[in-house]
């Protein structure tokens, strides 16, 4: 049988499917090794389709009516403006080299980049397709985040160990505050007061606050059983009501749950093997975790903390985004809101 | 050779001109220098790279040679990174080389760095290592070893404010028998060369199997004597690997004389591991994990090569002291040096763990990959085998074994 076959199928069903419910919530995922996007259907949490998209997939996000994807394609140096109904490429964003992750300002059309191998931050109008700025930052620039006043925009830097601070109007880095070893990704607050940072290999995430730019809390893990080093933090999920965190944590198999007040953990909820990135629909019922070794997006439910299904995708799933219904916004990894 | 590599910002004219802004007014010269001399801008952290020239035999294989740079364009590599972490904090850095011949003095070599070098990041066989760091001029040095694997540099002949970024030989036989442990091929033939290398590479391969519960069911030993393998090999290695049941052929041959042609050429079909087939290594070309690819892109633009083990062992010296500095936030050798040396400080280093040195024998912890040329075939420490601190501390001599006292506080 060719391997066109069930995609062709597949491709139909989720057409159909679209066609029959329209509201059908769908949770995209990047799978790194297969350069492809897998589609999950947020009521029967089945894969719907699945299209091919540029090398290397890693970040994705949605514009604001969920009728444009954008997709970090590192290998292929470009961001890929995709219609996500049919998966067709509408056309490549200059995107500066080996994009990894990125953030849509609040304003729908600029996008801040992080070039992973050449310490850049790259910001271009998504409408006009210009690069606006190119911005020293750190060695090995990873995760993103936009304020929610769209005013500051923070770049990671994985060799560096810092969150960079850029200047949205001005598109200039002004300051830079050191965390921990390897910090992966970034998040703010839904108030913008707190931006949260991961730091993969020191194996903490540090509470920023975003006015003096200093560390406020460095929130630490321990799971019975589970050598320190295992406990790597990735993605970062916040609430919009700023009572919780979820924490991914890497080949512990594990999401940290965290009281976004008080910064005490309070559970661990076990996942696929290797996870990476979170994303949680905009109801916050449900969130999407990216397991990069189990090549799986493990379904959790919210209110009980607990996983209900895990739904096998693509090899090494990575980035995932919860396509927002028409003029709602969106939370999704690598694509702070 | 001297070789300036690092940018510095001031240099040794530093003085004069601040005294001349001062005394005699703001020339045009002495703004710059004033500009230059920020309150911000500390002073660089001076490190310095000592490599002793080595010969190296010619490759059998049409391999390619070992680069004369091997080790130098780690820490160069290392130097820039720092360098561009450290913009961001008003910290900056310096590296100057300086390569000893064949049968220099290598402390002569080591006078010529200036006064009181306090990081050098060494490449240099043991004996070279223990001259330098028994120097009372060096009695305030750190130095980084990044080319001796020699477990006695660790064990016996340890040395306070001497650091091992490069493996030891025990490390690398942990990491190997403790993959024969986890596959279950625990019998094995030891065939050593004719070179002291060899027999320690041997020697540690034995102790590792005593370690972990592997057998070495028979040893022989094999001399090349500057004959071409190439054309005997078929015949020629049957005899030395004929023995009793055995599930691999481990190869104790440190200088590549004869250990690539053993290489399915063995009497009995198993695979070779040690310094050739499968090989125990702190870095290598298959590595790719943990965001190494980038480490590897990185320094492929700046050497035009292939980063190897001793590459990675100088890039890793580096980035310590870089690290370090930027954790201290400062680049006071006194301040750098005792955060380097505390065991509370921990360093990234593309292997999906923090890196730290160990507290008994300056050691720096870190996972050893198994490799052959195609693929990275494990990485130790094993799963399986556990630690109470890390599973890191699996790998090499433990803490209540270690026959190193020069870390031991008194009392």
Not at chain 2, 142 to 163: I, K
């Amino acid at each position: 049988m060719s391997r066109a076959a069930p995609l062709r199928l597949l491709l139909c069903a989720g057409l159909l499917g679209l066609a029959g419910s329209a509201k059908s919530q769908e949770i995209f995922v990047s799978n790194e090794r297969d350069n492809t996007v897998s589609v999950i259907d947020g009521a029967t949490l089945e894969v719907t389709r699945s299209f091919p998209v540029g090398r290397r997939p890693r970040g994705l996000t949605f514009s604001r009516d969920g009728r444009t994807l954008y997709v970090c394609a590192s290998d292929s140096d470009a961001v890929q403006v995709i219609d996500p109904d049919t998966g067709a490429l509408r056309h490549n964003l200059p995107s500066g080299e080996d994009p990894e992750q990125f953030a849509l300002a609040p304003d729908d059309r600029t996008l801040f980049i992080a070039n992973e191998e050449n310490a850049t931050t790259t910001v271009v109008d998504a409408q006009t397709r210009k690069v606006l700025a190119q911005i020293d930052v750190g060695i090995e620039p990873e995760g993103m985040a936009v304020s929610p006043d769209g005013k500051t925009a923070v770049t990671t830097s994985e060799t560096t160990n810092m969150v960079h601070w850029i200047d949205v109007p001005t598109l200039t880095a002004i300051d830079a505050t050191p965390v921990g070893q390897r910090p992966r990704a970034a998040a703010f607050s839904a108030d913008g007061r707190m931006l949260w940072a991961s730091s993969e290999i020191g194996g903490t995430v540090a509470v920023i606050d975003a006015a003096t730019r200093k560390v406020v809390e460095t929130i630490e893990f321990a799971v019975k059983g589970i050598a320190a080093d295992r406990l790597q933090p990735v993605g970062i999920t916040l609430t919009g009501d700023g009572r919780f965190a979820f924490v991914a944590l890497g080949p512990s198999d594990r999401v940290a749950v965290i009281d976004a007040k008080t910064y005490k953990v309070l559970n661990y909820i076990l996942v696929g093997r290797r996870v990476w990135q979170l994303a949680m629909t905009p109801d916050e019922t449900r969130l999407f975790t990216t397991n990069g070794v189990s090549g799986d997006v493990t379904v959790i439910d919210v209110a009980t903390q607990r996983p209900i299904r895990s739904v096998k995708v693509g090899r090494f799933p990575w980035g995932v985004a919860v396509r927002p219904a028409s003029g709602t916004s969106e939370r999704s990894a690598g694509a702070a809101p | 050779m001297l070789a300036r590599l690092g940018k510095r910002q001031g240099g040794p004219l530093r003085a004069t001109p601040r005294r001349k802004a001062c005394g005699v007014g703001l020339s045009l010269h002495g703004l710059l220098w004033l500009a230059l001399l920020s309150p911000a801008r500390a002073e660089p952290l001076a490190i310095h790279y000592l490599e002793r020239r080595v010969e190296r035999p010619t490759p059998l294989n049409n391999e390619d040679p070992i680069p004369d740079d091997e080790g130098l364009k780690g820490a160069e590599l290392g130097l820039k990174d720092s360098n561009a972490t450290g913009r961001f904090v008003s910290l900056n850095f310096t590296l100057d080389s300086r390569v000893a011949a064949a049968g220099e003095d290598i402390r002569a070599a080591f006078r010529t760095l200036g006064e009181r070098p306090r990081f050098v990041v060494l490449n240099a066989p043991a004996e070279d290592v223990l001259a330098l760091a028994d120097m009372p001029e060096a009695e305030g040095t750190v130095f980084l070893n990044v080319g001796a694997p020699d477990s006695r540099l660790r064990e016996a002949d340890c040395r306070p404010r001497l650091l091992h970024v490069l493996p030891s030989r025990a490390m690398l036989a942990d990491a190997l028998v403790q993959f024969l442990a986890y596959k279950r091929w625990t019998r094995i033939l030891l065939l050593s060369g004719p070179a002291p290398a060899d027999a320690l590479y041997a020697e540690a391969v034995r102790k590792s199997a005593k370690k972990f519960g592997a057998r070495i069911v028979a040893e022989s030993r094999f001399d090349p004597q500057g004959g071409d393998t190439r054309d005997t090999a078929l015949r020629e290695f049957v005899l030395p690997t004929r023995g009793p049941e055995h599930d691999v052929v481990a190869v104790a041959d440190e200088a590549g004389a004869f250990g690539a042609n053993l290489v399915y050429n063995t009497a009995a079909a198993r695979p070779v591991v040690g310094t050739q087939g499968l090989t125990p290594a702190a870095w290598g070309r298959p590595v790719e994990a943990w965001a190494a690819v980038q480490l590897q892109t990185r320094f492929r633009r700046l050497a035009g090569r292939a980063m190897r083990p001793i590459d990675y062992a100088g890039w890793m010296a580096v980035h310590a002291l870089g690290e370090a500095a930027v954790q201290a936030r400062s680049t006071d050798p006194e301040k750098v040096a005792e955060l380097v040396l505390s065991p509370r400080f921990e360093v990234g280093g593309f292997k999906g763990r923090p890196l730290s040195f160990r507290a008994w024998d300056g050691q720096l912890r870190q996972p050893v990959f198994l490799l052959w040329p195609g693929a990275v075939t494990a990485t130790a420490p094993i799963e399986g085998f556990q630690h109470h601190r890390t599973e890191l501390d699996t790998l090499g001599p433990d803490e209540p074994e270690s026959a190193c006292r020069a870390f031991r506080k008194p009392g």
